[in-house]
């Protein structure tokens, strides 16, 4: 019986050496490209959450902190360009970045790969019968201190793609158009955007609105005929509501009520509350600023 027992151990212990040996040698054929400005905070932790991948690509805004150093150091190869927009910049990128391999995982240094999502791409990338170009993703993230489950904004967004076959569009959070079939990825990516406080959400977020009202000036004053609510396309699909979000009155608090009533935001806790009440501030800031914009065009006082 003792014999057997120790047959059995060396046996698991062979196998647990071949695993271990297999995710050594077996690296996904997978670019991973990481948009950065000012992210020493967050890059070294991204940077480690993609180490099993060899080929790197941090596209850098020139930042004045560590963001390049600690980079480098990790082994990522860094590009810098001027951030002008969010679609020109990534459209740049897609156009003048030579990445190793055919398929790219996107990812911004406050988000992390895990190892189900990493196992899931990579069957996908080695799979040469693989028709889709693109897939989308979804998102787990975390807010004072817990997951935020439900009142997150649920639509996925496309990060694993072939480079060629994309093209983004908008100033701020962009769509990004795919050339052919597309999926959908069924592991998540994590997210940590609030990873630099309050402080630097409600900045960020004061931008974004100005672009976003600019955007949604654009669309209330044009109609794209191939902007539908039932194109197959989600990316067009998305852009369709958020036009249709612009007609509606009270904004800010159909947004609340959607994200803490519909989405079922309260069982989020406070996190949830809190969440809910940032996102309507949000609208409102977009709101008041499409108001600027429209009187500072007719020369108005603000």
Not at 2 to 9: A, D, F, I
Not at 61 to 86: P, Y
Not at 143 to 159: K, L, N, S
Not at 173 to 181: H, K, Q, R
Request: charged share 25%; aromatic share 12%; with cysteine.
């Amino acid at each position: 019986m003792l014999r057997m027992l120790r047959l059995l151990g060396g046996t698991r212990q062979r196998k647990l050496k071949a695993v271990n040996l297999n995710h050594i040698f077996m690296l996904p054929d997978i670019s991973i490209f990481i948009l950065t400005l000012n992210e020493e905070q967050n890059v070294d932790i991204c940077l480690e959450s993609v180490r099993d991948f060899d080929d790197v690509v941090v596209l850098d805004s020139f930042s004045s902190d560590k963001t390049v150093e600690l980079a480098e150091a990790k082994g990522a190869r860094v590009v810098q360009r001027k951030f002008d927009n969010w679609a020109a910049h990534q459209n740049w990128a897609m156009a003048n970045i030579e990445f190793k391999h055919k398929w790219v995982f996107y990812l911004d240094a406050d988000e992390r790969m895990t190892p189900e999502l990493q196992a899931e791409i990579t069957a996908i990338a080695a799979n040469e019968q693989e028709q889709r170009r693109g897939f989308s993703v979804g998102r787990t993230n975390y807010f004072m201190g817990r997951t935020i489950t439900h009142c997150y904004p649920a639509v996925p967004i496309m990060r694993f793609f072939q480079p060629k076959y994309i093209r983004y569009e908008r100033l701020v959070n962009p769509i990004a158009l795919i050339d052919g079939e597309t999926g959908h990825l069924s592991h998540r990516f994590l997210h940590y955007n609030f990873s630099k406080g309050l402080t630097e959400w409600f900045d960020k977020h004061n931008k974004y609105a100005l672009s976003e009202a600019k955007e949604g000036l654009k669309a209330l004053r044009e109609q794209d005929p191939d902007v539908s609510l039932f194109s197959k396309d989600p990316a067009l699909k998305r852009v369709a509501l958020k036009n249709l979000a612009l007609r509606l009155p009270g904004r800010p608090f159909v947004k609340f009520l959607y994200l803490y009533i519909l989405r079922r935001g309260f069982l989020d806790g406070k996190a949830g509350f809190t969440y809910c009440i940032l996102q309507s501030i949000y609208e409102y800031l977009i709101d008041l600023k499409m108001w600027e914009l429209k009187r500072t065009e007719k020369g108005l006082p603000v």
